[in-house]
């Protein structure tokens, strides 16, 4: 399974921007992380590969939303009210069971897609 992610760039506060993750292959409970510069990265939000479970972190709660669309085997994640400290290269992954997503046993991680959110 290859996960390519898309979508990233430049966006001032308050802004909006949608990441995309398309997967080749078998249909997986995905995931997105972010990694800022000098920090450790961090789990974003995550949605079971028939979309009935969901779960963002704290810090994205009522403006990140994750969804997929199994047809295309697509992972999106919107992301609204933008603020400085989004700003990271935004990974996303994939595991065949959502247990193991829940475990951050990540079986297939895609290339991060930078997003920049200016003041």
């Known amino acids: 399974v290859q996960l390519q992610a898309s979508g990233g760039g430049l966006v001032q506060a308050g802004g909006s921007l949608r990441l995309s993750c398309a997967a080749s292959?078998?249909?997986?409970?995905m995931g997105w992380f972010r990694q800022a510069a000098g920090k450790e990265r961090e789990f974003v939000a995550r949605i079971s590969w028939g979309g009935g479970s969901i779960d963002y972190a704290d810090s994205v709660k009522g403006r990140f939303t994750i969804s997929r669309d199994n047809a295309k085997n697509t992972v999106y994640l919107q992301m609204n009210s933008l603020k400085p400290e989004d700003t990271a290269v935004y990974s996303c992954?994939?595991?065949?069971?959502?247990?193991?997503?829940?475990?951050?046993?990540?079986?297939?991680w895609g290339q991060g897609t930078l997003v920049t959110v200016s003041s």
């Open positions: 292959g078998s249909i997986l409970n």
């Open positions: 992954a994939g595991a065949r069971t959502l247990r193991a997503l829940r475990a951050y046993e990540i079986e297939y």
